[in-house]
Nanobody, 121 residues
């Protein structure tokens, strides 16, 4: 029912910038928190940043001050602006959201397919 589609990944040089976008679609009543996670080869998936429906944000220490998460509730999108990128930022980045599909119902977790970010010169 609910789908998340990421876009904006690609190859960027160290010190460069990149913006990732995630669009939610389907039968959605409301969206709670949304976030970005990443997984590098051989590593566990880790939290990058989250944002609540009210706009409160949380960041991993490794990206604090360099990444900015934002959302547009009217468009059901969440973005991740990344600056001062480092090679260790290389990973597949996944969008995640908590969705209500019926009024007063419970939340379900939905993950996007991921978009690859490669930071290399």
């Amino acid at each position: 029912q609910v789908q998340l589609v990421e876009s904006g990944g690609g190859l960027v040089q160290p010190g460069g910038s990149l913006r990732l976008s995630c669009a939610a679609s389907g039968s959605i009543f409301s969206i709670s928190a949304m976030g970005w996670y990443r997984q590098a080869p051989g590593n566990q998936r880790e939290l990058v940043a989250t944002i609540t429906s009210g706009g409160n944000t949380n960041y991993a220490d490794s990206v604090q001050g360099r990444f900015t998460i934002s959302r547009d509730n009217a468009k059901n999108t969440v973005d991740l602006q990344m600056i001062s990128l480092k090679p260790e930022d290389t990973a597949v980045y996944y969008c995640e959201g908590s969705f209500r599909v019926v009024p007063a119902g419970g939340y379900l977790e939905v993950w996007g397919q991921g978009t690859l970010v490669t930071v290399s010169s």
